[in-house]
């Protein structure tokens, strides 16, 4: 049974970096893009970005210029970094995995880690 | 962006009748148009892909059709876990996009 197991600093200030860790249980690490989404309430659930086993990376370009998604295949994680956090990033954020059945789905989910930023 | 529109954002029902949520796309996705069913404190789950097929361990009592622009999901009859809020996600395009939602709430 898959697992993602999801953990990081809950508590920022504005303008700091956002770090979170996803690390995979259970299932195959390659052959897969692993992917961050967030959930606001003001915005809803918002895809951030994806990497794969090789390191390619697709971001949303409406946070591109400040998010780094890096892999450690030796250690079956991912992490997600997010530079210059203002209270507007303040929200959920999930680990998933992009299934192979279907497009673009996310078939597991890591449990999720609560940001605030705030001063 | 393809932005996905949920009717209604919130749907009164009683356990044992049938639900009809429905997702609106801007443009075609095709069929490449998912949907997930979210209880408080958790994240979401996948219950639909690809329009129609069920994921895995969901019940029979969800559906899911349409094609193009507009999707629908049926739960055909009510029980009382279904109660929840259940969002449509397109993956047709970059960037992926979720719709904002459709909370089943009990009559």
């Known amino acids: 049974q898959v697992q993602l197991q999801q953990w990081g600093a809950g508590l920022l200030k504005p303008s700091e970096t956002l770090s979170l860790t996803c690390i995979i249980y259970?299932?195959?690490?390659?052959?897969?893009?692993w992917s961050w989404i967030r959930q606001s309430p003001g915005k809803g659930l918002e895809w951030i970005g994806e990497?794969?086993?090789?390191?390619?990376?697709n971001y949303n370009t409406s946070l591109k210029s400040r998010v780094t998604i890096s892999i450690d295949t030796s250690k079956n994680q991912f992490s997600l970094n997010l530079t210059s956090v203002t209270a507007a990033d303040t929200a959920v954020y999930y680990c998933a995995r992009v299934s192979i059945l279907g497009l673009h789905s996310f078939d597991y989910w890591g449990q999720g880690t609560l940001v605030t930023v705030s001063s | 962006e393809i932005v996905l529109t949920q009717s209604p954002a919130t749907l009164s029902l009683s356990p044992g009748e049938r639900a009809t949520l429905s997702c609106r796309a801007s443009?075609?996705?095709?069929?490449?148009l998912a949907w997930y069913q979210q209880k408080p404190g958790q994240a979401p789950r996948l219950l639909i892909y690809?329009?129609?097929t069920r994921a895995t361990g969901i019940p029979p009592r969800f559906s899911g059709s349409g094609s193009g622009t507009d999707f629908t999901l049926i739960i055909s009859s009510l029980e009382a876990e279904d109660f929840v809020v259940y969002y449509c996600?397109?993956?047709?395009?970059?960037?992926?996009?979720f719709g904002q939602g459709t909370r089943l709430e009990i009559k």
């Open positions: 996600q397109q993956g047709s395009n970059w960037p992926v996009t």
């Open positions: 990497i794969n086993e090789d390191g390619n990376t």
């Open positions: 259970g299932g195959s690490f390659s052959g897969y893009y």
């Open positions: 443009q075609s996705v095709s069929s490449n």
């Open positions: 690809d329009t129609s």
